[in-house]
């Protein structure tokens, strides 16, 4: 599949639509506060820090990205703001359940359920200020980093980490600007380890 600007029409037996590609985004996918795509946000902001080679995201592969020298990581993500109407904000957890995975290179799952990754990102959109809440703004999230290893060692069975739980795991929270060099020290650690 090619990368689309968003300039593309749709079309019905050749003849462009009046909608765009950019249209459909506009209508699907403005709102990045949303569960689905807050999610994919922080993978992106991920992406962004490691320099993931990849260009563009492939959905359900075993991990979500992987750094330029090839170390996989997963991205999980969770915050206090919902865009639904709330009594009172979300109590922020991360998925950590081992599933069996899909490798898109190969079109296989795992025999077993695993966490491929070597690396876990948990990004927190810690903002709880509805009217100024904005994912685009680097200083509203938060990211603990750990190795799988660490995560498997101290919870093998365990779905879902409190906020707290892995707080006490990975330590205090880093900015965006300290989570590019903590993934990459993780990285020499593990690769020291090997």
């Known amino acids: 599949m090619s990368t689309l600007t968003g300039d593309e029409p749709f079309h019905a037996d050749g003849q462009p639509l009046p909608f765009t590609v950019a249209d459909f985004w506009r209508w699907g996918v403005a709102n990045l506060a ?7 946000v922080a993978e992106f902001l991920v992406a962004r820090a490691v320099q ?33 109407v709330q009594a ?10 081992q599933k069996r995975s899909w490798h898109a290179a190969t079109n296989t799952y795992s025999a077993t359920p695993t966490r491929p990754a070597s690396i876990y990102v948990f990004a927190l959109h810690h903002h709880q200020d509805r009217p ?35 707080q ?3 330590g205090p929270p880093l900015g965006y600007a300290q989570l590019a060099e903590r993934v990459r020290d993780l990285e020499l650690q593990l690769l020291q380890d090997v």
């Open 34 to 40: 949303g569960n689905a795509l807050r999610g994919l």
């Open 52 to 84: 993931a080679p990849d260009a563009t995201r492939v959905e359900w592969d075993a991990v979500d990205l992987r750094t330029p020298q090839g170390t996989a990581i997963e991205v999980k993500c969770s915050g206090y703001i919902q865009t639904w």
């Open 88 to 97: 009172a904000l979300s109590r922020p957890s991360f998925d950590v359940a």
């Open 132 to 166: 100024t809440l904005d994912v685009r703004d680097l200083t509203q999230w938060s990211f603990f980093v750990v190795a799988t290893r660490r995560l498997n060692e101290a919870f093998p069975t365990t779905k879902r980490l409190a906020l707290g739980t892995l």
């Open 168 to 170: 006490a795991l990975a």
